[in-house]
């Protein structure tokens, strides 16, 4: 079993649809939940960053963490072509102090 | 967050040859990470590189292959030695910022032939 599990997509939506994003993990240890969006040619930027289960608002997104289902969870409400990325699931067990362990990503097309 | 900057944006390198990414950030930080990125593949950490000490490194990496320098808290090299067309990846500088999670710099795309 891999440590994480993340559907590669791609996910195609039309523009103004709410879109989920999934990982699945199996390393109990890990503690801290992030999500990264990255553009092509670029460098990974940080989205949504949470270490407790429950939902987690920022604008348009909301992270999602289930740690009984080792799940996590990243909804995009109204969509926007803008948002077409690659989105990457990331967790640790240390916070700030260790390496992360990355899911493969997600591409996301959002159609005008 | 921190501004990241690395440099080479990219490169095309000959086999058997070695190069060096440097990382640059625009404040001090005490942790420093290198990552990997192959096509289709995750992000892979390399080595955590902690100003002051010696780089620690993950299974499957090692210092020979992947030195690494963290001579002050603004700035960290990784070299890419012997390279072979395997070695072609996307190689990423992260560093803490506040005691919590860790932002990237652009990556140096790297491509050996």
């Known amino acids: 079993q891999k440590e994480v599990e993340q559907d590669p997509g791609p996910l195609s939506v039309p523009e103004g649809a709410i879109v989920s994003l999934n990982c699945t993990y199996s390393?109990?240890?890990?503690?801290?939940f992030m999500w990264y969006r990255q553009y092509s040619r670029k460098g990974p930027e940080l989205l949504m960053y949470?270490?407790?289960?429950g939902n987690k608002e920022d604008g348009r997104f909301t992270a999602q963490v289930d740690k009984s289902s080792k799940y996590i969870s990243l909804f995009i409400r109204d969509s926007q072509p803008s948002d077409s990325a690659t989105y990457l699931c990331?967790?640790?067990?240390?916070?700030?102090?260790?390496?992360?362990?990355f899911g493969k990503g997600t591409h996301l097309i959002i159609q005008p | 967050s921190a501004v990241i900057s690395q440099k080479p944006s990219r490169d095309i390198c000959q086999r058997g040859t070695s190069l060096t990414i440097q990382c640059q950030v625009d404040?001090?930080?005490?942790?420093m990470f290198w990552y990997r990125q192959q096509p289709g593949q995750s992000l892979t950490l390399i080595a955590t590189?902690?100003?002051?000490?010696?780089?620690?490194?993950e299974s499957g990496f090692v210092i020979d292959k992947f030195p690494i320098s963290r001579p002050n808290l603004t700035f960290s090299t990784l070299t890419v030695s012997n390279m072979s067309p395997e070695d072609s990846s996307i190689y990423l500088c992260?560093?803490?910022?506040?005691?919590?999670?860790?932002?990237f710099g652009p990556g140096t795309r790297l491509l050996v032939l």
């Open positions: 990331a967790f640790n067990s240390g916070g700030g102090a260790d390496g992360l362990t």
């Open positions: 390393n109990s240890a890990f503690q801290y």
């Open positions: 590189a902690n100003q002051g000490s010696e780089a620690t490194y």
């Open positions: 992260s560093v803490v910022v506040r005691g919590e999670t860790q932002y």
């Open positions: 949470t270490y407790s289960s």
């Open positions: 404040s001090q930080v005490t942790m």
